[in-house]
């Protein structure tokens, strides 16, 4: 008995762990699955993605939320709704909005001056003009002192006081001194920073400034990111040194090892000595996925391997965005093994061998969220 009580709980949180993506047909939404089939049937006239295993859905005109299975969590009463993060969710009723937690109860929070949404388990408070951050208890970790604090990401945020940026983690402790121009992101201890008239990066507090340099971009998925100098392009890696020269006229971020680079108006790709894998013959290209393929275009959108070989033919469109959206990462490309892609005024899923999911198509379709 306990053994088969312990099978049905696995697959009950296997079944609210899966992916889901929100699909429109015949003019109504619903879900499909990683199969391609329908896990909810569109019957929805307005419908939002899954997050944090649930996802609001409109019925006579109020909102309340699903679970993976397409059954009632929460009942509709609401005018609208956002997105649940940590168990917990914006909701509006009445013109006004307010927390609610998955039984659809309503939290009390400190008061503020907007009611923003949480997100990586914490929540922006506004009060008298400054920002500051809650908990899902409705603690304030962070005092409304500051002028704007931007999203977490992996457990920093950028923060503005007295017109400068500096950093915090999500207990409020100031990681990166309030004293820059510009800042961004926080990858392995380091982020760039613009101090005065000097771009340089920031490794644990300290300032490095590059000489020459006029804008460093983000380090994403590799130890190496694009910089500019005078009008041209190159890459650093996380000391500040040039591992390949500014040559480039436009760039994107490495990942497997190879990285997007334009020269005239013609994109291609290089290797981490600098040297071209893909010569520059496409009118763009994007960063390769985790699954080993890049975006490229040729008047459409195809895709190549980590060969340089176009394995996919040129013939998609991967316009970024759709039409309900939830994305904190570009949908362009491969992710998880598909890819979302429109063809002939319908959107679907590619495999990685160039099969199209289930080979079915629809009126829109969003990612795949849990």
Do not use: H
Not at 291 to 298: E, R, S, T, Y
């Amino acid at each position: 008995m306990k053994k088969l009580i312990f099978i049905l709980l696995f697959f009950v949180q296997l079944l609210s762990a899966q992916e889901l993506a929100l699909v429109k047909e015949d003019g109504k939404f619903g879900y499909i699955s990683k199969t391609g089939n329908y896990a909810i049937t569109p019957k929805f006239k307005i419908a939002k993605n899954f997050s944090d295993g649930v996802a609001a859905a409109q019925e006579n005109g109020k909102f309340g939320f699903i679970n993976a299975k397409g059954d009632w969590m929460i009942q509709p009463s609401f005018d609208d709704a956002k997105y649940f993060d940590s168990g917990i969710c914006v909701v509006q009723k009445d013109k006004q909005w307010f927390y609610i937690n998955k039984k659809g109860e309503t939290l009390k929070m400190p008061d503020s001056e907007k009611v923003f949404d949480f997100e990586e388990g914490v929540a922006f408070i506004k009060q008298n003009g400054k920002v500051g951050l809650i908990n899902t208890k409705g603690a304030i970790v962070v005092a409304p002192t500051y002028q704007i604090i931007k999203p977490f990401s992996e457990g920093f945020a950028q923060v503005k006081d007295n017109d400068k940026w500096g950093m915090i983690d999500k207990t409020g402790k100031v990681v990166v001194n309030i004293e820059y121009d510009e800042l961004g992101d926080m990858y392995k201890n380091t982020t760039w920073a613009k101090k005065g008239e000097s771009f340089g990066l920031v490794f644990a507090n300290k300032f490095s400034p590059i000489e020459g340099v006029s804008k460093i971009w983000d380090f994403q998925a590799q130890d190496i990111t694009y910089a500019k100098k005078g009008d041209k392009i190159g890459f650093i890696d996380l000391k500040g040194k040039w591992v390949i020269a500014p040559k480039f006229d436009k760039a994107r971020a490495f990942n497997k090892n190879l990285a997007p680079v334009c020269e005239g108006k013609k994109w291609g790709y290089i290797t981490l000595k600098g040297e071209y894998l893909v010569q520059p013959v496409y009118e763009d290209a994007e960063v390769f996925s985790d699954d080993g393929l890049a975006p490229v275009k040729d008047k459409e959108w195809g895709f190549i391997s980590t060969t340089g070989k176009l394995v996919i033919p040129a013939q998609y469109q991967i316009t970024a965005g759709g039409f309900i959206a939830l994305f904190k990462k570009s949908d362009k490309g491969f992710i998880g093994g598909l890819s979302r892609v429109k063809l002939e005024k319908k959107w679907g899923f590619l495999k990685p061998d160039g099969k199209v999911l289930a080979d079915k198509w629809f009126e829109n379709a969003e990612l795949f969220q849990k």
